[in-house]
């Protein structure tokens, strides 16, 4: 069983920066696969935030953050990143990381088959 620990979460000012990893282990072979970030904001459906391929060749990012957020990995140490700036309020929300079904990247949540807990991030407006 895939387990997935995110970390970095926090309360930070509009316009500020925060750095989201996301530590995987057990099961499945973290760099086969594309991954992913969610995220679920009180009361709202969960929404597709960044992808990246299995080797990190192909990135994809929802337009609310695309030039602001940078999703990476380093398969050596099975670790997810997500480098947000320029942080809004209607940034705040659970971000989860998730291990794909696919090596490419995809952007529905029924695609991808393990996630982590969730880490919070507040930016107050």
């Known amino acids: 069983q895939v387990q997935l620990v995110e970390s970095g979460g926090g309360l930070v000012q509009a316009g500020g920066s925060l750095r989201l990893s996301c530590a995987a282990s057990r099961g499945r072979t973290f760099s086969n696969y594309a991954m992913g970030w969610f995220r679920q904001a009180p009361g709202k459906e969960r929404k597709f935030v960044a992808g990246?391929?299995?080797?990190?060749?192909?990135?994809y990012y929802a337009d609310s953050v695309k030039g602001r957020f940078t999703i990476s990995r380093d398969n050596a140490k099975n670790t997810l990143y997500l480098q947000m700036n320029s942080l809004k309020p209607e940034d705040t929300a659970d971000y989860y990381c998730?291990?794909?079904?696919?090596?490419?990247?995809?952007?529905?949540?029924?695609?991808?088959?393990?996630w982590g807990q969730g880490t919070q991030v507040t930016v107050p407006s």
């Open positions: 990246i391929s299995w080797n990190g060749g192909n990135l």
């Open positions: 998730a291990v794909a079904k696919y090596t490419i990247v995809v952007v529905t949540a029924r695609d991808y088959d393990y």
